[in-house]
């Protein structure tokens, strides 16, 4: 009954459990969740964005530690403070456009699966506005102007569907519709 992906989840050892009164909560077990599906569809994490925003986060920290630490005393190092500090609002500015252009809601990149003619990995995002039940996720192409691109597909749910009243996830449930959109996103690159 339960398909393959589902009979690979570790519901059987421990339910996931999240706060009903907290939509953060609710959200952050889905989205770990589906991180769990989609590795299991044979989709590599792709961390390249997450590692050059943690190299761009430690240059900002050295460049804080090197105008603390700096050895010499205000007035004899004030261009190099300045320096510093024009450093420091420069790349925590880059980090910020990374945010908002690159990462936006995503919650996961992936390579394309080992083995497959596909060229571009997936954009997995999703939403929950706060004080609505209506979970949104969201799978697009990382690459939009790839050919092998397609468009991105939605499902929109209320999170009881997938939670019980005690806040336990019916995992099986919601790998189920993980599962089927990610199939319907690729049948349709496959018609295209």
């Known amino acids: 009954m339960a398909s ?6 570790p519901a059987k050892a421990t339910p996931k ?21 989609v590795k299991s569809k044979g989709y590599a994490e792709d ?7 943690l190299g761009i986060g430690a240059a900002v920290i050295a460049v804080a530690l090197l105008a603390q630490f700096y050895p010499k ?3 004899q190092n004030r261009e190099f403070l300045l320096f510093c500090i024009a450093l420091y609002v420069v790349l925590n ?9 690159k990462e936006k ?7 394309p699966p080992a083995g497959s003619f596909n060229s571009t990995g997936l954009v997995i995002s999703s939403k929950l506005p706060r004080f609505s ?16 691109a397609n468009k991105p597909i939605h499902l929109t749910k209320s999170v009881a569907k997938w939670f019980t009243k005690e806040g336990i996830l019916v995992e099986g449930l919601f790998w189920k519709d993980v ?12 018609s295209k």
Request: glycine content about 2%; overall charge negative.
């Open 179 to 190: 599962e089927r959109l990610i199939d319907d996103y690729n049948s349709e690159r496959k």
């Open 105 to 111: 809601d995503a919650i996961l990149f992936t390579h």
């Open 93 to 101: 500015v880059v980090l910020l456009i990374l945010s908002y252009t």
């Open 17 to 37: 459990k999240a706060n009903l009164l907290d939509t953060h909560s609710m959200k952050h077990l889905l989205d770990e969740t589906i991180s769990d599906v």
């Open 73 to 75: 005393k205000f007035p």
């Open 4 to 9: 393959d992906g589902a009979a690979a989840s």
């Open 47 to 53: 961390t390249r964005l997450g590692n050059w925003k």
């Open 133 to 148: 039940d209506l979970y949104t996720l969201t799978i697009a192409s990382a690459d939009p102007q790839s050919i092998s």
